[in-house]
């Protein structure tokens, strides 16, 4: 999710988009998530890749699998408005919209939101998919349709915040 910063707020740079030269606390605490989030991000990968998935998605109920799917696809618009911020802030120094994710910080490479992206799905599948189904027989369903309409929000917001997704060839 996105937000556009008010032109009265601080910016982190002093010249130029240089982060690294402000030492305010604020900036400090970005440029570390930022620093770390490959570090971060590579444990949680190996982490998860490590748990074992019990099943497979043809196992899921049609319901949960549509699901599912769709939550994918909001993902990837997600993914996809992130990046038209993110070409915003490259290609324009007064782009008024920051990445609101705190783990990301207000200004994350593409590289960064794929590979959070990543880690949060497969992470998601593996919670989902070691459920208890016998115990908790609704419990996949009511939890993607909850995460579905958080990123249907989030999309929305993006949407109202001027973000667009386009597929290129």
Same mark, same amino acid.
């Given at each position: ?14 010249? $130029?988009?240089?982060? &690294?030269?402000?030492?305010?606390? &604020? ?34 109920? $049609? ?26 802030? &490259? ?72 973000? &667009? ?5």
């Amino acid at each position: 999710m996105v937000s556009v910063e008010d032109s009265c707020s601080s910016s982190c740079s002093n010249s $130029k988009n240089d982060r &690294r030269t402000n030492t305010s606390p &604020r900036c400090s605490v970005s440029n570390y998530m930022g620093s770390s989030m490959t570090k971060l991000i590579t444990i949680l990968l190996a982490l998860l890749f490590s748990t074992p998935s019990y099943s497979k998605l043809d196992d899921w109920s $049609k319901r949960d699998q549509a699901l599912f799917k769709s939550f994918i696809a909001l993902n990837t618009i997600d993914t996809m408005q992130t990046w038209d911020m993110l070409d915003c802030q &490259r290609d324009n120094p007064k782009c008024p919209l920051r990445e609101k994710n705190v783990i990301l910080g207000p200004r994350p490479n593409k590289t960064d939101v794929l590979m959070l992206k990543v880690v949060t799905t497969y992470g998601i599948y593996n919670i989902l998919d070691n459920l208890d189904a016998e115990k908790y027989p609704k419990s996949r369903t009511i939890t993607l349709t909850l995460v579905n309409a958080m990123y249907i929000n989030t999309v929305h917001n993006n949407f109202e915040a001027g973000l &667009r997704f386009r597929f290129m060839f």
